[in-house]
């Protein structure tokens, strides 16, 4: 005999057929998905599993051990992520968001949850394996420095930096800096972890300071749940600047920024590519290939 595989009885949901503008901030997204704006109201979906994601990691040839923290919440199909400072979130806090709609944890007073919820409710709409524009990009199978290496050389595909252009990096990724090194590109580095990356190079907490005069920036993802996203929103469509972000942190929400600020996104869903050696999957997306809005 042989077995049967199970006929599932989810329907997952349906985003409207006309989309809201993209909008300017977080402030505004989280108003336009708690207004329904795309598709069923986030009070229509509710969180089955809360958890988090705590690490430590040091990764072969890297001098320096590295924590990460993520709020992960499951509703149907899908799951939202955002990675947080150590401290920021509690486990109570994680795990009261079980069996709770997604509209009650969009006003959640943490922002890490909040993210997350919102992450997993763009997640449930469009998820990145459906998206029309969403390029897969496969990791190959290997060790952590191996599959960070691969992801860095994706991202800098997003974002094409040419030798002797300067690059500033929001959330210091050491196998970006070498490759940065390697082609010949100028770079300034910010991150709220002040240690020194394995190149040596001085790290700057103010990132007003080091966007100034990029021809380039990279962001990590865990800008929106820090405050520095919308700053770089700004930056970006005041001066033309282009910005890609790397981003396992709201992977889902990002890309609604496309063409308003954002240019290209390399969006990692969870479980995140540190969590085995097999091969796995993040998603480019480029504002190029948005389609052309009518009017």
Same mark, same amino acid.
């Given at each position: 005999?042989?077995?049967? =595989? ?5 329907? #997952? ?9 993209? %909008? ?16 069923? %109201? ?8 809360? &958890? ?9 040839? !890297? #001098?320096?051990?590295?924590a990460n923290y993520a709020v992960s919440l499951r509703v149907g199909r899908s799951v939202g992520s955002c990675l947080f400072e ?14 709770? =709609? ?20 763009? /997640? ?11 390029? #897969? ?23 094409? %930096? ?15 800096? /070498? !490759?940065? +090194? ?11 972890? #002040? ?41 970006? +469509?005041?001066?033309?600047? %282009? ?13 609604? &920024?496309?063409?308003?600020?954002? =240019? ?7 479980? &995140? &590519? !540190? ?21």
């Amino acid at each position: 005999m042989t077995a049967s =595989t199970p006929t599932s009885q989810y329907t #997952p949901p349906k985003p409207h057929a006309v989309q809201p503008p993209a %909008p300017n901030t977080t402030t505004e997204l989280l108003q336009q998905a708690r207004a329904g704006l795309y598709g069923p %109201p986030p009070s229509t979906m509710i969180v089955t599993y809360a &958890f988090t994601t705590r690490s430590k990691s040091r990764h072969v040839g !890297w #001098p320096n051990t590295y924590a990460n923290y993520a709020v992960s919440l499951r509703v149907g199909r899908s799951v939202g992520s955002c990675l947080f400072e150590p401290g920021t979130v509690s486990q109570d806090e994680v795990e009261e968001c079980c069996t709770r =709609t997604l509209d009650e944890l969009l006003d959640h007073p943490t922002r890490p949850v909040q993210i997350a919820a919102l992450d997993a409710y763009f /997640a449930e709409l469009f998820p990145h394996h459906e998206s029309a524009i969403a390029r #897969p990009y496969q990791l190959p199978e290997g060790n952590t420095t191996d599959k960070l290496g691969a992801r860095a050389a994706g991202v800098m595909s997003l974002l094409n %930096p040419q030798p002797g252009q300067q690059v500033a990096m929001i959330g210091v990724i050491g196998t970006m800096i /070498a !490759w940065l +090194r390697e082609h010949g590109v100028r770079y300034k580095l910010c991150d709220l972890d #002040p240690q020194p990356p394995m190149s040596g190079d001085v790290v700057s907490q103010d990132m007003n300071e080091v966007i100034q005069g990029a021809d380039g920036i990279l962001s990590t993802g865990m800008t929106i749940a820090n405050g520095g996203f919308d700053t770089l929103l700004e930056h970006c +469509r005041t001066t033309g600047t %282009p910005l890609v972000v790397y981003t396992q942190s709201g992977s889902h929400c990002i890309p609604r &920024f496309l063409g308003n600020g954002v =240019t290209g996104v390399s969006a990692e869903p969870y479980p &995140f &590519f !540190w969590a085995h050696g097999m091969p796995s999957t993040v998603f480019h997306y480029r504002a190029s290939d948005l389609p052309a809005r009518t009017a």
